[in-house]
Structure formats: structure tokens, C-alpha cells
């Protein structure tokens, strides 16, 4: 088993940055691929980042390539998520979700989810 919380979320201007962070408890944490999605207002959930359980394979999405950081940190059951030049479409509930093997794009492949986080980007 393992759970999932996550942080960072807040209100921030257009072209501004935030960082969030997925706390995980449980054993094993370096056995389980994190990745990052995203619901907004009236839309499905997608993907936005995934990393292996190594940290040494990642994937993003066209949409946030190059303006959004993946990373972990399995000596202290951390993920971040670091996102820079953020846009009002990046307003969203962001989630961190987790599943034993290789990453997945598919988040009926994740079985464990934390509660989200709020990013709203407006000025």
C-alpha cells in the first residue's frame, strides 16, 4: 500500500512558477513510477508527467514539454513537480498517482492517487 499527498498548489500569475510536491508513505517507495495529472473545470483528467522508479526514465506531455520538471527523490519518498511559465489552460487540480513497474500514460494503470492540489493561473 502506499499513500499520496500532495502540495504546492496556489493562485499565481501568468509566466509565473510553482513547485509541487507528492509525499508518499509506505515501503518500497523506489519499486513505484509516479506520475503527474491533471483535471480543469469541465475537462477529462490527462496526463502531464511521469517518471520511473529510478528516476532515470521520463515522459512529458506536448503541453507542458519544456516548461515543466519531473523529479524524485526516494531517499525521502518525494516527487516534485516543478512548473515554470505557467499559463492560464495549466489551471487545474494537479494529482500525483503511483503504480509498481514501469511508468504508464494511462491512469487506470496508477491504483494508488492522492487528494490533488489546486494550481490556478490567472492575474
Known amino acids: 500500500q502506499l499513500q499520496l499527498v500532495e502540495s504546492g498548489g496556489g493562485l499565481v500569475q501568468p509566466g509565473g512558477s510553482l513547485r509541487l510536491a507528492c509525499a508518499a508513505s509506505?515501503?518500497?517507495?523506489?519499486?513505484?513510477?509516479i506520475g503527474w495529472f491533471r483535471q480543469a473545470p469541465g475537462k477529462e483528467r490527462e496526463g502531464v508527467a511521469r517518471?520511473?522508479?529510478?528516476?532515470?526514465?521520463?515522459k512529458y506531455e506536448d503541453s507542458i514539454k519544456g516548461r515543466f520538471t519531473i523529479s524524485r527523490d526516494n531517499a525521502n519518498n518525494m516527487v516534485y513537480l516543478q512548473m515554470t511559465s505557467l499559463r492560464p489552460e495549466d489551471t487545474a487540480t494537479y494529482y500525483c498517482?503511483?503504480?509498481?513497474?514501469?511508468?504508464?500514460?494511462?491512469?487506470?494503470?496508477?491504483?494508488?492517487w492522492g487528494q490533488g492540489t489546486q494550481v490556478t493561473v490567472s492575474s
Open positions: 498517482a503511483a503504480r509498481r513497474g514501469p511508468y504508464s500514460a494511462y491512469e487506470d494503470e496508477y491504483p494508488y
Open positions: 509506505g515501503a518500497s517507495f523506489d519499486r513505484y513510477a
Open positions: 517518471i520511473a522508479a529510478t528516476g532515470v526514465g521520463i
